[in-house]
């Protein structure tokens, strides 16, 4: 009887390495997913430098398609301006991830000078969508004063 045992425990010992290997190789692409408000960083961040196909990567797919008619010139134009109205920095005083976790709304907090250089808060609300498994930029409207 103390031989059956032993080799069932080495049997445990050999099985359960495995079984915690194919469990984290199931569980390491939800984990590696970024949060909606990571996405938004690299979107806001891809804003701040106007560069289109950066921002592009974070948008969704519905928001790419109302890009796409506009010339590229035109579209450079609006980076630019967008660029210079996007607050430097902003802090998430909100996040709501809706049931089914499709679609998440953040509630974004930042301070942008006035036109004589005087601090003005400023809000905004992102909407992000989920798409692939993937958090996109649906909406991003700041201003909310």
């Known amino acids: 009887m103390g031989e059956g045992r ?21 569980a390491a692409p939800a984990l590696a997913q970024d949060a909606p408000e990571a996405v ?18 974070y948008e969704s797919s519905a928001k ?5 008619p506009i010339p590229p010139a035109e579209r450079k134009q609006m980076l630019r301006a967008l660029a210079r109205l996007l607050p430097r920095s ?4 909100e996040k709501t991830v809706e049931a089914g976790a499709l679609r998440a709304v953040l ?20 909407t992000l969508v989920k798409e692939k498994g993937e958090w996109k930029v649906d909406e ?6």
């Open 64 to 68: 790419a398609k109302e890009m796409d």
């Open 107 to 126: 509630r974004l907090r930042a301070t942008q000078p006035d036109a004589a250089g005087k601090a003005q808060p400023l809000l905004a609300t992102i």
């Open 6 to 26: 032993q080799r069932q425990r080495r049997q445990i010992r050999v099985i359960r390495p495995i079984i915690l290997a194919l469990g984290l190789a199931v």
């Open 90 to 93: 902003y802090s998430v005083v």
């Open 40 to 57: 938004y960083a690299k979107f806001h961040r891809a804003g701040l430098g106007a560069d289109y196909d950066g921002m592009r990567k």
């Open 140 to 145: 991003a409207n700041w201003g909310e004063r």
